[in-house]
């Protein structure tokens, strides 16, 4: 049906859901690191949504902020930063990834709202390309990317800094033959306008978040390049879908079992992120969401087995009586 082979691992089906872990496993493993991405991927989670900015040296590298999180991230004196958080742009990557993000500070309001997570020494911030590679062994031989490109609000009004972003992406994605099963993703509607452009035979997924529903502490999504979703004169799966969008992610807050009808009528994925709490996992579920971009892969995984539901396609998801 659809035209994109990766699309068919993001589609949902009745008894099937989609798990998308969340920056990998971020409620349990450092965010954003290899660590998280294996572990999830051993999960049987097999769809990973994580976030690429570029490095002064134009390496497009896995990390969330633009600013890195001194509440995750600790010098070589293996205290974490203080000050001013340092940002990602404006350094080399051999400066980067001289930082150890493998755990966080529990005294931060960050670090308390994810208390179950690991503390691991000697995790570094890694590239696309390392991420990437895992796709081409054995034991990744199933992953697919969401793979969200940020806009830095600072250089947004400069094409170039955007188009020098997703074309670096695009070719980290191509060098390794991995078209498809990768799917680009951004709150940026320019920047997925510049991937229709440079990467069509890539999909898009399109990020929304209502502005009622403000930020978690330690997110920047508030501060992210994006269009006014609260104005648009048409539904927003409706933009999404004259914008070219092949998938739809809008924010849990803002998800009905309406606006989900809407937007598979008009032949979009639906994604809803980011899921954590067991009675919104049920809520989303129930909503006919195809998938659920989460924290807790292994919680939205009972939530599944709970209901007779699966994630993945396949005969390691029979579940004996
Ligand atoms: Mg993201």
């Not at 199933?142 to 793979?147: A, D, G, S, V």
């Not at 809407?262 to 032949?267: I, K, T």
């Not at 971009?293 to 699966?310: I, M, N, S």
Request: hydrophobic residues 40%; charged residues 20%.
């Amino acid at each position: 049906m659809t035209q994109f082979p990766q699309l068919d691992g993001f589609h949902g089906a009745p008894g099937l859901v989609r798990l998308i872990g969340h920056r990998g496993a971020r409620g349990v493993m450092p965010e954003n690191t290899i660590e998280g991405f294996e572990f999830t991927v051993r999960s049987g989670v097999v769809a990973l949504e994580f976030d690429v900015v570029l490095t002064r040296d134009h390496i497009p590298v896995v990390t969330h902020n633009h600013h890195l999180l001194n509440a995750a991230t600790r010098g070589t004196d293996g205290k974490w930063l203080q000050g001013e958080e340092l940002k990602v742009s404006a350094l080399p990557l051999s400066q980067l990834q001289s930082y150890d993000v493998g755990g966080l500070d529990g005294r931060t309001v960050y670090g308390q709202r994810f208390p179950d997570q690991v503390f691991m020494s000697n995790v570094r911030v890694p590239t696309l390309g390392d991420l990437l590679d895992m796709a081409l062994k054995p034991q990744g031989a199933e992953m697919l990317f969401l793979l969200e490109m940020k806009s830095d609000p600072e250089t947004a009004h400069i094409p170039e800094m955007t188009e020098r972003l997703v074309s670096e992406v695009v070719k980290a994605v191509r060098v390794r033959g991995l078209e498809q099963r990768t799917v680009l993703h951004s709150f940026d509607w320019n920047l997925l306008e510049i991937c229709g452009r440079i990467a069509p035979d890539m999909p898009r997924s399109f990020l929304t978040i209502m502005p009622k529903n403000a930020d978690d502490p330690g997110e920047d999504s508030s501060k992210s390049v994006a269009p006014d979703f609260a104005s648009m004169d048409v539904p927003v799966s409706q933009a999404v879908v004259e914008a070219g969008g092949h998938m739809w992610c809008p924010h849990y807050l803002d998800v009905t079992p309406e606006v989900v009808s809407q937007a598979h009528e008009l032949g979009l994925l639906v994604t809803t992120w980011t899921v954590n709490e067991v009675d919104d996992l049920h809520r989303m579920v129930d909503a006919g969401v195809d998938g659920i971009v989460t924290d807790y892969p292994g919680r939205a995984q009972r939530v599944l087995l709970e209901r007779g539901l699966v994630w993945n396609e396949g005969p390691d998801q029979m579940v004996a009586e």
